[in-house]
């Protein structure tokens, strides 16, 4: 089956930082490009960052940038997602996403994991 | 960043109904067909149901479809059936941030 399963979503105080892994089985995890998208409570869909198929390229969104960190081990079909600085508008449902190329729609999806920022 | 914006942000229809759902880049630069549609319901992770603007992902139902290019974006459901009432959200990957529309949500009239 393919599926991806997040994990390491947790209620953490304001500044404190998370690991978020992604698990992947079912599919050629080393070919696709790996996305992180979060849902913050009754708001929509918000795209976070983007890791390369080798691991080499990252992209984050202006809103992440300098406190979020991606990386992958493809020996062991996982991403991570490294959360630091975390605030309060960083609460949402973390969904880890897989595309088959750069331009490439996102066919795969996980879950979702809770991060709650709060004191 | 390119900002997609969804018309209407909610709509009531029947089971049975014609829902037409719309999707536009608000930028001068076109985004080609880099437009993809995603079914949402709550608690579940989000499917895809159109890449590429109007290419149907496999295992989805006919009803759905997409249409557009540029700018002007459409997804279609006909025949709304029950396990259709989800909110409804368009995103391009044209540029980085792979934007998402504001979603809309469709509900039971």
């Known amino acids: 089956e393919v599926q991806l399963v997040e994990s390491g979503g947790d209620l953490v105080q304001p500044g404190g930082s998370l690991r978020l892994s992604c698990s992947a089985s079912?599919?050629?995890?080393?070919?696709?490009?790996i996305h992180w998208v979060r849902q913050a409570p009754g708001k929509g869909l918000e795209y976070v960052s983007a890791?390369?198929?080798?691991?080499?390229?990252?992209y984050y969104a202006d809103s992440v940038q300098g406190r979020f960190t991606m990386s992958r081990d493809n020996s062991k079909n996982t991403v991570y997602l490294q959360v630091s600085s975390l605030r309060d508008v960083d609460t949402a449902v973390y969904y880890c996403?897989?595309?088959?190329?750069?331009?490439?729609?996102?066919?795969?999806w996980g879950q979702g994991t809770m991060v709650t920022v709060s004191s | 960043d390119i900002q997609m914006t969804q018309s209407p942000s909610s709509l009531s229809a029947s089971v049975g109904d014609r829902v037409t759902i719309s999707c536009r880049a608000s930028?001068?630069?076109?985004?080609?067909?880099?437009l993809n549609w995603y079914q949402h319901k709550p608690g579940k992770a989000p499917k895809l149901l159109i890449y590429d603007a109007s290419s149907l992902q496999s295992g989805v139902p006919s009803r759905f479809s997409g249409s557009g290019s540029g700018t002007e974006f459409t997804l279609t459901i006909n025949s709304l059936q029950p396990e259709d009432f989800a909110t409804y959200y368009c995103q391009q990957t044209y540029n980085t941030p792979f934007t998402f529309g504001p979603g809309t949500k469709v509900d039971i009239k």
């Open positions: 079912g599919f050629t995890f080393s070919s696709y490009i």
């Open positions: 996403v897989a595309a088959r190329s750069g331009r490439g729609a996102f066919d795969i």
């Open positions: 890791i390369s198929s080798d691991g080499v390229g990252t």
């Open positions: 930028q001068a630069i076109t985004i080609s067909t880099y």
